[in-house]
């Protein structure tokens, strides 16, 4: 029957085809979300697998964190950049739900999620989210917590102020820019959890220190942190 299926799917493929979300390229049956050129071409970090990896390095000494990880590494011309690209800047929400899913089953079937309680996505810049309609870390949190069946807090972590754009900044500059700019509210649900932060991309780590220790002054908790790719220089 499954063979029938099979060559059903590919006939109606030809009406509707499934694209591939990174080169566009039509997906055939047994792929999902990508190729499997893009799947195996794509630079993955399986930081997930290792304790101490360059990118939980990254934030030793700024702000306790548990585990980090990150799916893709982040650079001029990854495909993971062409996705995120369009989730952030094309309206293309499905995108951060869908890779979520990938990613979240890939951290559930490693056992990354074991001790995980809850999940909260980093905050975006509330006139950005605004004039986005939406926040692509709440995307790509939902898609992890579909594979995880794990909820997601987005109420949990705030932002206090606003924060300029941070993509002409340095390093010491952005920690400057967003230090102070986030704050928790809800303490009596996260107490004694272990919570997963979900960002996009992590580039420098200075907002997600600015979160990781916004979570952390209010006491009991752990906080691992994910991302959909972290830039090349945090994953040598
Ligand atoms: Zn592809």
Redesign the pocket.
Known sequence: MSGIKDIADDFLSLFLPRL?L??R?RLVTGEEV??T??LVSMARTDFHLRRDNSLEQAFWGRCMVERAAAFSVYNRGSRIRHLIQALKYDGRKDIGKIMGELYGSILVRSGFMDTIDLIVPVPLDLMRQKKRGYNQSECIAAGIASASCLHVRNDILYRTGRSGSQTKRGRYERWENVEGLFAVRSYDVISGKHLLLVDDVITTGSTIEACVNALAATGDVRVSVVALAAAQKLTL
Do not use: F, G, I, M
Request: proline share 0%.
């Open positions: 591939c990174a080169c390229a990508l190729c050129e893009c």
